[in-house]
């Protein structure tokens, strides 16, 4: 066991403070890695302050992870001292329902075991509510070889770390559902999420259009290689180009009308949510008059993070970040509440380090 440095929530709604935890030595398919930089979510908030329930305290967050391996056990075999590696949203799974076996994790029938706010598996099967789990605002962590994941050479270790949930969080759903070059798609927001989308989306050869409230983020928007901007503040947005997309991806947590945007599909068309509002009724008439599909998508799992982190480092594609000391995250917190960030917070670790020097 480590005495390893952290910043924590001692309760829901307290401020972060320093923390120490007990990290475990590898084990024999685990490693160690030494936390470089670690993202922050919009759902660290959330927990934090126990909006979603059951959150378990103290919490440390972080479930946007680079670092560099430190130490391997025994029997790894895929990862060696020295190894630059990412850790997303789980840090375990069953591993033997359907869903973990076709490399679906996210979708484990048990429940995956989440980075932070979790609980550790036991070895023989189930959780154990003993060990709960701790995230990237530490300087360490110990981790199965088998959820861990390589970060490509070329990509700046801050710049990447959103990409364990921000990324993987847009890339699944533009992949599963099959968005391809030339198709008309439309990003919902450009927040932390929105602004990945309108990267990768573009980078699979769509044409893009943000929707949003906020008429300043329209050079933003071009900037990251959107093709169009529409302001949704104004409803005959909605009417003007009705039927005009292929593909909505929804990235908005704040309610919303999603009937409104369900206008803007075309026949067949499919809307995806990756926010997290309160609830919203859908009218079946917004469904059936165009056999239009509203579907959901969580993440992803580790097969598809890999992928989405390859696609990523080939078409030169990383979040828009601001790097901050730890020192800073409850400030960081409510900035982001106000939607004061361009686009992640990315926390420097070495600031934790040196602090707890």
């Known amino acids: 066991m480590s005495n390893t440095a ?24 685990e490693v160690q890695i030494d936390i470089k930089y670690c993202g922050v979510c919009h759902s660290d908030i959330h927990q934090v302050r126990d909006e979603w329930g059951g959150s378990v305290f103290p919490m440390v967050p972080g479930h946007e992870i680079v ?15 020295g ?31 989440a980075t932070y706010n979790g609980y550790e598996r036991k070895p023989g099967g189930g959780l154990d509510t003993t060990r709960p789990t701790y995230g990237g605002y530490s300087t360490r962590i110990t981790v199965d070889e088998n959820y861990v994941l390589r970060i490509p050479a070329n990509m700046p270790l801050e710049r990447a ?71 949704t503040g104004d409803e005959t947005v909605f009417k003007q180009h009705a039927g005009r997309f292929d593909f909505i991806l929804d990235t ?3 309610q919303h009308d999603y009937n409104a945007y369900l206008g803007l599909l075309r026949r067949d068309g499919t809307m995806v949510l ?52 730890i020192q800073q995250i409850n400030a960081a917190y409510e900035r982001m509440l106000k939607g004061d960030v361009r686009y992640r917070f990315v926390i420097d670790i070495a600031s934790l380090d040196q602090a707890a020097a």
């Open 6 to 29: 952290a910043y924590a929530a001692p309760a829901a709604k307290a401020p972060l403070a320093p923390y120490r935890i007990e990290r475990r030595a590898p084990g024999a398919h």
């Open 67 to 81: 670092g560099v391996v430190s130490q391997v056990g025994s029997q790894v075999g895929k990862w060696k001292l």
């Open 83 to 113: 190894d630059v590696v990412g850790v997303g949203c789980f840090v375990d799974s069953c591993r033997h329902c359907e869903a973990c076996k076709e490399g679906e994790e996210q979708f484990c029938a048990e429940g995956m075991s």
């Open 161 to 231: 770390a959103p990409l364990l949930c921000a990324g993987i969080t847009t890339y699944s759903p533009l992949r599963h559902f099959g968005v391809k070059a030339g198709d008309r798609i439309a990003v919902v927001g450009l927040g932390g999420l929105g602004h990945m989308a309108v990267k990768i989306a573009k980078a699979m050869g769509a044409h893009v259009t943000v929707l949003s409230h906020s008429a300043g983020k329209r050079e933003d928007a071009l900037r990251l290689g959107a093709d169009d901007f529409l302001v």
């Open 252 to 254: 908005i947590s704040a």
């Open 274 to 325: 990756v926010g997290v509002p309160d609830p919203t009724p859908v009218h079946a008439f917004s469904l059936i008059g165009g056999r239009k599909r509203l579907a959901g998508s969580l993440i992803g799992g580790i097969r598809e993070t890999q992928e989405m982190l390859d696609f990523c480092a080939a078409h030169d594609v990383a979040a828009d970040i601001e790097l901050i000391p």
